[in-house]
């Protein structure tokens, strides 16, 4: 089993910064792919940011040059730093990991999400 705790979401105000934190563990092991994604109330859930086989790290147009993607590799840890909020960055975000190999697809993993508002 894979275990992702997320943690940093809460209420800022217009313009200011938050960064979210996404600590993993169990059995992790040859991961595809992994990143952010959001949900607004009655809104399909929309990557934020993410990584895939290495590649560059992908945002969305709508915060591209706002949020910022790394990772701590020695803690098992992901994070998301997130500048210059807007209102319509509200959301839960939710951390994902993508397990695969050259020939099985071993499934995503969420973790349980974390509250995100913007005040204007």
């Known amino acids: 089993h894979v275990q992702l705790v997320e943690s940093g979401g809460g209420l800022v105000q217009l313009g200011g910064s938050l960064r979210l934190s996404c600590a993993a563990s169990?059995?992790?092991?040859?991961?595809?792919?992994m990143g952010w994604y959001r949900q607004a109330p009655g809104k399909q859930r929309e990557l934020v940011a993410g990584?895939?086989?290495?590649?560059?790290?992908n945002y969305a147009d709508s915060v591209k040059g706002r949020f910022i993607f790394s990772r701590d590799n020695a803690k098992n840890t992901v994070y998301l730093q997130m500048n210059t909020l807007k209102p319509e960055d509200t959301a839960v975000y939710y951390c994902?990991?993508?397990?695969?190999?050259?020939?099985?697809?071993?499934?995503?993993?969420w973790g349980q999400g974390t509250q995100v508002t913007v005040s204007s």
């Open positions: 994902n990991v993508a397990l695969r190999t050259a020939t099985m697809n071993y499934g995503d993993y």
């Open positions: 169990g059995r992790i092991f040859s991961i595809y792919g």
């Open positions: 990584i895939t086989s290495g590649g560059p790290t």
